[in-house]
């Protein structure tokens, strides 16, 4: 019994702590498809950080990977020019309601915060740089 509450209020104060994080940076992708979702992420990605000519990415180049018959449609940022098809940067989305998820060396750089911030307000709809 007394296991058994000391592990009750090991739950209960993880999901309080949970319930306390940042919701802000989570996209409302309600009624979307992970695909509609990385539709504009990609679109706006290439827009505002290629098209642009934004410095912080001119040492990378944009492969969209939409048509993915994993169910994971994902964009990757991999370095321009390079012989290493590693990607540095892996955004996608799966799942219903979609769940975004990024990943890669680039998060572990300075622009970490800016590309996690890009990436939200592009799911959620907005087109702005």
Same mark, same amino acid.
């Given at each position: +019994?007394?296991?058994?509450?000391?592990?009750?209020?090991?739950?209960?104060?993880?999901?309080?702590?949970?319930?306390?994080?940042?919701?802000?940076?989570?996209?409302?992708?309600? $009624?979307?498809?992970?695909?509609? @979702? +990385? *539709?504009?992420?990609?679109?706006?990605?290439?827009? =505002?950080?290629?098209?642009?000519? %934004?410095?912080?990415?001119?040492?990378?180049?944009?492969?969209? *990977?939409?048509?993915?018959?994993?169910?994971?449609?994902?964009?990757?940022?991999? #370095?321009?020019?390079?012989? %290493? %098809? #590693?990607? @540095?940067?892996? @955004?996608?989305?799966?799942?219903?309601?979609?769940?975004? %998820?990024?990943?890669?060396?680039?998060?572990? *750089?300075?622009?970490?915060?800016?590309?996690?911030?890009?990436?939200? #307000?592009?799911?959620?709809?907005?087109? $702005? =740089?």
């Amino acid at each position: +019994m007394h296991q058994r509450v000391g592990l009750l209020l090991v739950l209960f104060s993880t999901a309080a702590l949970a319930a306390c994080g940042p919701t802000s940076n989570r996209p409302s992708t309600q $009624g979307q498809s992970a695909l509609d @979702v +990385m *539709e504009r992420v990609a679109v706006a990605a290439n827009s =505002c950080w290629f098209k642009s000519g %934004d410095a912080a990415f001119q040492s990378y180049q944009l492969s969209p *990977e939409l048509s993915s018959f994993s169910g994971r449609p994902r964009i990757l940022l991999v #370095r321009k020019g390079s012989r %290493d %098809d #590693r990607p @540095v940067l892996v @955004v996608q989305a799966e799942g219903t309601p979609p769940r975004l %998820d990024a990943f890669g060396p680039l998060l572990n *750089e300075d622009i970490a915060p800016r590309i996690r911030e890009d990436v939200v #307000r592009w799911a959620n709809g907005n087109k $702005g =740089c």
